[in-house]
């Protein structure tokens, strides 16, 4: 027993023996070597130059100003044994107070901060203390700064903005990167800067390009002996957008004292221009925002900081009654018989009225009637035959309460629901009185406007196109994609005519501000109300007289030319009251300005008088307050 105990020590001792002797000698060699390396070769990474963002014209929306950042050499600090820190020596403090003597905006405490994080006897690289100066503002000081061999002045560049506040919900912003983000991407650890929000997000990989590198040799005082290999960045891979930048700024203006959303987009999905109002300057974000600025966007009630193209959700209001009749259509309800509207219905026993938008009722109406004076009823009674599911099932394949897929973060799907979709939100049943108020676009009923854009696209060519922003994307251009819905031809010819009259007929909503265009518009108005009307009010309350935040949103979705669709038009008014008489004239406005710019054919190019807006509104303020 005691000699197989002694064998076994002895096998182990030589076992343990054998594989210190392998660790030390093989192992070990790889991890000494490598060191070894390091201690022999650098490499210096080279950050490649973020690509531009520019409109279909070419003017810039996303460019990069050139100027240079400031290193100084590490271990040039000393050890105070009262405070027990770390502080400035002589020639740290001296270079310091040069670099804020130049530049006076500089701050001397946070740049003694920003060395002291960075400094340690592990690191042999020169720290980054300032992180931009512009290229005027470096001219002055160069020759005095780059003499001194422990400071190192490099080229570097700034995202800026020069359309400022036109275009922020569709190009996004930089901003500087944090903890998560450097771990993901090795470029923008390097780089510093990331996309955060719009196409500078959604196209990053693409904007930040390559890093490059410099390998080369240093002595023992880490000075540069010889470079090795060098490997160029790839970058300035730009995007050129679908957007006219012309045609977002007359947007802009127009909507000026407002608050709300217009979308332009050609009906293969190609989107010329998208204005969420009101906006805000992303220049602010660049360097890191202030809190006073942050403030004031995330506490104003208009909600600046909100894409509302594709991330605000409204409900639809009369613009889904073309979908609905389709819907019915579809699920096999006669859309062709008339019915009778007497400016409300009730459900069986129940005395509740779900009423029409017009108190005296529209009388026998048809489907084209329907859509040309928007009666509730029509809908109201068409919905009860068809049953919630089928219209959901119908207006989701129209692209209603689905991502549309457009080249944005951040997009949001809205709601069409269904049985199956309330049972689970709310654990409780689906009742007849939901589905009736559905069919208006009411209710649970939740879209983003440019969901709503894309619809009326597929009302217009039978074609539900996937909007898109970008048109080349480094060289590569994006083709249009399309998804197609059968429906009845008949049935969808039925109701472009009724979205012709709308916008041209003497009782349309719209004819007031969409008939005396250069081009022929169809389209359809919209109200999606706030607050809810109670029974007991017998004649409704004019939106004018209802506090702002109770108004109604004002829709208008339209597109034209009404026998060869080109363009989408849809606008949404936040609090606008009436689709026709609000959101009527901006649009209005933007197909004057497109015709204008030949946009329609050069027959119309220079030759339309455009209205403004603002002028007029405050023209009718004066007039409504004279008036009492």
Same mark, same amino acid.
């Given at each position: 027993m005691r000699?197989?105990?002694v064998?076994?020590?002895?096998v ?13 000698s ?14 022999i ?7 490649p ?15 990069n ?28 403090d001296?270079l ?18 920003k ?5 340690s006897?592990y690191?042999?690289?020169?720290i ?18 780059s ?13 800026m903005?020069?359309?400022g ?24 650890s ?6 955060k ?7 990053n990989?693409v ?12 002595s023992?005082?880490n000075?540069?002996?010889?470079q090795?290999e ?6 300035n ?12 700024k ?9 608050s709300?959303?217009?979308?332009v ?14 906006s805000?300057?992303?220049n ?13 966007l995330i506490?104003?009630?208009?909600h ?14 009369s613009t ?12 096999? @309800?006669? =859309?062709?018989? +008339?019915?009778?509207?007497? $400016?409300? %219905?009730?459900?069986?026993?129940? /005395?509740? *009225? ?21 009666c509730?009823?029509y809908?109201?009674n068409k919905?009860?035959?068809t ?10 394949k ?5 991502? @549309?897929? =457009?080249?944005? +973060?951040h997009?949001?799907? $809205?709601? %069409?629901?269904?049985?199956?979709? /309330?049972? *689970? ?6 009742y ?10 009411q ?10 854009a ?21 060289g590569?251009?994006?083709? +249009? ?34 008939s005396?265009?250069?081009i ?5 108005t ?13 004649k ?7 506090d ?10 339209t ?14 008014v ?41 002028k ?13």
């Amino acid at each position: 027993m005691r000699f197989v105990i002694v064998i076994t020590v002895f096998v182990l001792f030589w076992i343990l023996l054998i594989s210190r002797i392998y660790q030390i000698s093989i192992k070990s060699n790889y991890y000494y070597e490598h060191l070894a390396q390091m201690n022999i070769e650098r490499k210096y990474y080279i950050k490649p130059v973020r690509g531009e963002i520019l409109d279909r014209k070419g003017k810039l929306l996303a460019v990069n100003d050139i100027g240079f950042s400031i290193k100084v050499a590490p271990h040039l600090t000393k050890y105070n044994r009262e405070t027990k820190k770390r502080e400035p020596n002589k020639k740290l403090d001296k270079l310091l107070d040069a670099i804020v003597k130049e530049f006076p905006d500089q701050n001397k405490t946070k740049l003694i901060k920003k060395y002291l994080k960075k400094d340690s006897s592990y690191n042999h690289r020169f720290i980054p203390i300032v992180d931009f100066i512009p290229y005027k503002g470096m001219i002055g000081a160069y020759p005095k700064l780059s003499i001194n061999k422990s400071l190192k002045i490099e080229s570097e560049t700034k995202r800026m903005y020069p359309a400022g506040p036109l275009a922020t919900h569709i190009v996004g912003y930089v901003g500087r990167s944090n903890a998560k983000e450097n771990e993901k991407d090795p470029v923008v650890s390097k780089v510093g800067v990331v996309g955060k929000t719009g196409l500078e997000r959604q196209y990053n990989k693409v904007l930040e390009g390559e890093l490059g590198y410099r390998l080369v040799k240093v002595s023992a005082t880490n000075r540069e002996v010889a470079q090795i290999e060098k490997v160029e960045p790839k970058d300035n891979q730009n995007l050129i957008l679908n957007i006219d930048l012309r045609l977002q700024k007359r947007i802009n203006e127009l909507f000026e004292g407002q608050s709300g959303v217009a979308v332009v987009m050609n009906v293969n999905g190609d989107i010329l221009a998208a204005v969420s109002y009101p906006s805000y300057d992303p220049n602010l974000f660049v360097g890191g925002i202030s809190s006073k600025d942050w403030k004031e966007l995330i506490t104003d009630l208009n909600h600046p900081f909100t894409n509302k193209i594709v991330s605000g959700v409204y409900p639809p209001g009369s613009t889904i009654k073309m979908g609905m009749a389709l819907a019915y259509s579809k699920a096999g @309800t006669a =859309v062709n018989r +008339p019915e009778y509207c007497k $400016g409300y %219905i009730t459900l069986g026993k129940s /005395k509740h *009225k779900f009423r029409c938008w017009s108190h005296y009722g529209h009388g026998q109406v048809g489907l084209r009637k329907a859509i040309r004076e928007s009666c509730d009823v029509y809908f109201y009674n068409k919905a009860l035959d068809t049953g919630i599911n089928n219209m959901a099932k119908s207006l989701r394949k129209m692209g209603l309460g689905v991502k @549309t897929g =457009v080249d944005l +973060p951040h997009e949001k799907r $809205g709601v %069409i629901p269904d049985k199956a979709w /309330k049972m *689970k939100r709310f654990k409780q049943p689906w009742y007849r009185g939901e589905t009736v108020i559905s069919a208006i676009g009411q209710g649970y009923n939740l879209v983003t406007p440019l969901q709503v854009a894309r619809y009326t696209a597929f009302l217009a060519t039978q074609n539900l196109p996937t909007p898109h922003f970008v048109h080349d994307i480094a060289g590569k251009i994006v083709k +249009p994609e399309y998804k197609s819905f059968e429906v009845n031809q008949q049935d969808l010819n039925t109701i472009r005519m009724g979205m012709y009259d709308v916008c041209n007929s003497p009782h349309g909503t719209a004819r007031r501000a969409m008939s005396h265009l250069p081009i022929v518009i169809a389209g359809k108005t919209g109200t999606s109300q706030v607050v809810s009307i109670p029974q007991g009010e017998k004649k409704r309350m004019k939106e004018s007289q209802l506090d702002y935040y109770s108004r109604s949103h004002a829709w208008l979705t339209t597109y034209a030319p009404f026998k060869n669709p080109k363009y989408v038009v849809t606008v949404l008014v936040e609090h606008g009251g009436h689709g026709g008489s609000t959101s009527g004239p901006i649009a209005a406005s933007i197909y004057r300005w497109m015709a204008n710019e030949g946009y329609f054919g050069d027959k119309f190019k220079g030759k339309i008088h455009l209205r403004n807006l603002k002028k007029e509104r405050e023209e009718k303020k004066k007039k409504d307050k004279k008036h009492g």
